[in-house]
């Protein structure tokens, strides 16, 4: 079993940055494709980023390109996500998540069922 927390959520205003830190621990390893998911009040979760289990291959959905950046320290068991330029509609519960599948292939790490464990999720909450 893994255990993930998310932390580091919280309020700010419009074009503000937020980073979001997500701790594994238990049966942790560094072979796990990480991926953060966000799920807004009346939404679906939705896919927001993931990260290969070496950091070498990254995917982010359209929205936050260019504004959020994932990143992991295996040697802490710990990976990040870097929230720049926050706008409203980023306002969302974020979920951390690892799949112990093998492969990073683009279908799988968008898909919320390819994961594994999950975190309780953390707010964030972006005034306009």
């Known amino acids: 079993q893994v255990q993930l927390v998310e932390s580091g959520g919280g309020l700010v205003e419009t074009g503000g940055s937020l980073r979001l830190s997500c701790a594994a621990s238990g049966r942790t390893n560094s072979n796990y494709i990480m991926g953060w998911f966000r799920q807004a009040p009346g939404k679906e979760r939705e896919f927001v980023a993931a990260?290969?289990?070496?950091?070498?291959?990254?995917y982010y959905v359209d929205s936050v390109k260019g504004r959020f950046t994932i990143s992991r320290d295996n040697a802490k068991n710990t990976v990040y996500l870097q929230m720049n330029s926050l706008k409203p509609e980023d306002t969302a519960v974020y979920y951390c998540?690892?799949?112990?599948?093998?492969?990073?292939?683009?279908?799988?790490?968008?898909?919320?069922?390819?994961?594994?464990?999950w975190g309780p999720g953390t707010q964030v909450t972006v005034s306009s």
């Open positions: 990260i290969s289990a070496s950091g070498g291959q990254i």
């Open positions: 998540a690892a799949d112990n599948g093998r492969f990073f292939f683009i279908r799988r790490v968008l898909d919320s069922k390819s994961y594994d464990y």
